[in-house]
């Protein structure tokens, strides 16, 4: 076999073959460098002194369903210019790696569309030879994101696991990248990230949040040139747990049994829009019956479905409009729950409205979790923290579908 054939099928450069071997499903090629790849690894010199030679064996890439290995008998020389006596480098493959480079990039390829151990069943190596591989490439590609051209973040927080363990993300909206993964769900776990962006001197113009205190102090303490988004889908929300609170004390100090019946099994109904309400199971029916009764729930069911006119204005002056409108209407209701979520809006109501400014949510982040998800249940869990943490900064590359 040529040395050019040796490199199209197998990927072996500047080696010529000497003997080639086959059991039942492996071959094994016997190489042995070129002339001019004889010489001094540290200063690359050819004025060498054969001192003998060793042997190393490198798993390569298969050909059909046979495995291969290259066999490779690497001679020691002793330098002439700088004196040194060590073995040549292989080229083949890195320090300490019993796998070419070529073999490598494969399992990278693979790792796009396969899980660690599919891999490592398909190509006959161990779980930890893969996940060592998809390690280094990540630590080398992934491990600290570039933070220069970012200008729209969003911040929140996952549950992962069991025990109630959550992660800070901040995720670049433009891009779709996790920028950073801080441990717990405190404001404090993004003092390593607020560093990081004062050194990458980036110049972000939004960040979208939830309306949690301890985020709002630290956005407007470390980014104060940036407008804050309130996330409208975490106000709407807060409101369906304002209604369920509201439900679940209705349904508690009710002393009709009739009134306990109907209120009984409507959480969802009336969380749910009125175009999503089932007839055949007769939704729309029983919500009207629990409304009809109940005439401080059915406020709020109203105020509820109105609250979300608050994103549909045409322009900002008439969302600031509606907000202090839908303001008063709860105001005026009598419904302590009602009021004090109002005072709240109105409170936050420059944040709500920055949305027309800058229409970005923290929604991305939900697509996000689900991918981590499904990473973990493709895993069945990591336990290498770092290795789950690089995996989390290359999620917006990650394909996820449905194989077999």
């Not at 796009?112 to 893969?130: A, C, P």
């Not at 927080?157 to 779709?176: A, F, K, M, N």
């Not at 508690?252 to 049994?257: I, W």
């Not at 406020?299 to 479905?305: G, R």
Request: net charge positive; proline share 3%.
């Amino acid at each position: 076999m040529s040395s050019q054939m040796l490199y199209q099928v197998f990927r072996v450069k500047s080696y010529r073959l000497t003997k080639l071997e086959t059991e039942e499903h492996r071959v094994f090629l016997h190489v042995e460098p070129q002339h001019h790849r004889v010489c001094c690894s540290a200063c690359r010199s050819r004025n060498v002194i054969r001192r003998g030679e060793s042997v190393r064996w490198f798993r390569n890439l298969p050909v059909g369903s046979e495995l291969t290995w290259v066999v490779a008998t690497l001679p020691r020389v002793e330098c002439r210019d700088c004196g040194l006596v060590r073995q040549i480098d292989s080229g083949l493959a890195g320090s300490k790696r019993t796998y070419t480079h070529a073999f490598e990039r494969y399992v990278l390829e693979l790792s796009r569309y396969m899980t660690i151990q599919d891999i490592g069943r398909h190509l006959g190596v161990s779980w930890d030879i893969v996940k060592d591989i998809q390690k280094r490439h990540l630590r080398k590609h992934y491990a600290q994101p570039q933070l220069k051209q970012v200008r729209q973040i969003a911040i929140d927080e996952i549950c992962i696991g069991r025990g109630h363990r959550y992660l800070t993300l901040v995720l670049d909206l433009q891009s779709g990248a996790i920028l950073f993964v801080g441990q717990g769900k405190k404001a404090e776990s993004l003092q390593p990230f607020w560093r990081r962006l004062r050194a990458a001197r980036a110049n972000v113009e939004a960040v979208a949040i939830d309306m949690s205190p301890a985020y709002l102090s630290a956005v407007e303490e470390h980014l104060p040139a940036a407008t804050v988004v309130f996330d409208h889908f975490h106000i709407i929300k807060l409101m369906n747990e304002k209604l369920t609170a509201l439900r679940r004390d209705l349904h508690r100090e009710a002393v009709d049994k009739r009134r306990q019946q109907v209120l009984k099994g409507t959480r969802w109904l009336l969380l749910k829009t009125p175009e999503n309400l089932d007839p055949k199971k007769g939704e729309p029916k029983r919500l009207r019956e629990a409304l009809r009764l109940n005439e401080s729930l059915a406020t709020a069911y109203y105020l509820k479905e109105d609250l979300r006119q608050i994103w549909q204005q045409p322009s900002k002056f008439a969302a600031r409009r509606k907000l202090i409108d839908w303001y008063q209407q709860a105001m005026a209701s009598g419904v302590r729950i009602l009021q004090e979520f109002a005072r709240l809006l109105l409170a936050r109501q420059d944040g709500i409205l920055a949305w027309y400014d800058y229409p970005i949510s923290t929604g991305p982040l939900e697509g996000t979790n689900n991918k981590i998800k499904t990473m973990q249940r493709q895993h069945y869990g990591l336990r290498d923290q770092e290795f789950f943490l690089l995996k989390l900064y290359q999620l917006h590359e990650t394909k996820y579908a449905l194989v077999g």
